[in-house]
T-cell receptor, first 113, second 114 residues
Framework: KAGVTQTPRYLIKTRGQQVTLSCSPISGHRSVSWYQQTPGQGLQFLFEYFSETQRNKGNFPGRFSGRQFSNSRSEMNVSTLELGDSALYLC????????????FGQGTRLTVV | GENVEQHPSTLSVQEGDSAVIKCTYSDSASNYFPWYKQELGKGPQLIIDIRSNVGEKKDQRIAVTLNKTAKHFSLHITETQPEDSAVYFCAASPPSGGYQKVTFGTGTKLQVIP
């Protein structure tokens, strides 16, 4: 069974640009969550999607957005990039039910210069 | 919402010694407490979890304890090995009404010195 796939693995962008990250969950998983990981801040929750609907959203500005497609693949978009957006962005795929194991991808390392 | 604090942020131990990582949570309704291990260049991976109806759970060299009254839980790794070196995250999850609602701690970087 293929794991969670995130693309691209690395990205360098300039301040003010926008970026789109992609996540393909484990086959059969319909719930996808996105997290921002920075040193000292741990895993900050961005949003969760289930069956193409955003079910939950963290405390991030509106520059951060996402969507989910009918095949459960998800994208997140960050517009007007700031230096502080440099981070590892992780996608997690969840099976059926709540309080279950999260399966993480390897992440996309975004560097804003 | 839930708030999870994790200590220490870094931990160095000699190979063969034990390592303990502690977390506290704020929401007394939280009933699921997973621990994740993140190796360099990889995403976090679940290593053990505990639910609020259990006080302790063990899996080989890894154990987790939960004190619901004090709202804290701990990860214990015995006989540490170099491959235990990684970042460890605790998390807490309350009943969520159907969606994933896991709050992670800030992580502990464990270094096992050979």
């Amino acid at each position: 069974k293929a794991g969670v796939t995130q693309t691209p693995r690395y990205l360098i962008k300039t301040r003010g640009q926008q970026v789109t990250l992609s996540c393909s969950p484990i086959s059969g998983h319909r719930s996808v969550s996105w997290y921002q990981q920075t040193p000292g801040q741990g895993l900050q929750f961005l949003f969760e999607y289930f069956s193409e609907t955003q079910r939950n959203k963290g405390n991030f500005p509106g520059r951060f957005s996402g969507r989910q497609f009918s095949n459960s693949r998800s994208e997140m978009n960050v517009s007007t990039l700031e230096l502080g957006d440099s981070a590892l962005y992780l996608c997690a795929s969840w099976g059926t039910g709540v309080n279950t194991e999260a399966f993480f991808g390897q992440g996309t390392r975004l560097t804003v210069v | 919402g839930e708030n999870v604090e994790q200590h220490p942020s870094t931990l160095s131990v000699q190979e063969g010694d034990s390592a303990v990582i502690k977390c506290t949570y704020s929401d007394s309704a939280s009933n699921y407490f997973p621990w994740y291990k993140q190796e360099l260049g990889k995403g976090p991976q679940l290593i053990i979890d505990i639910r609020s109806n259990v006080g302790e759970k063990k899996d080989q060299r890894i154990a987790v304890t939960l004190n619901k009254t004090a709202k804290h839980f701990s990860l214990h790794i015995t006989e540490t090995q170099p491959e235990d070196s990684a970042v460890y995250f605790c998390a807490a999850s309350p009943p969520s009404g159907g969606y994933q609602k896991v709050t992670f701690g800030t992580g502990t970087k464990l270094q096992v010195i050979p």
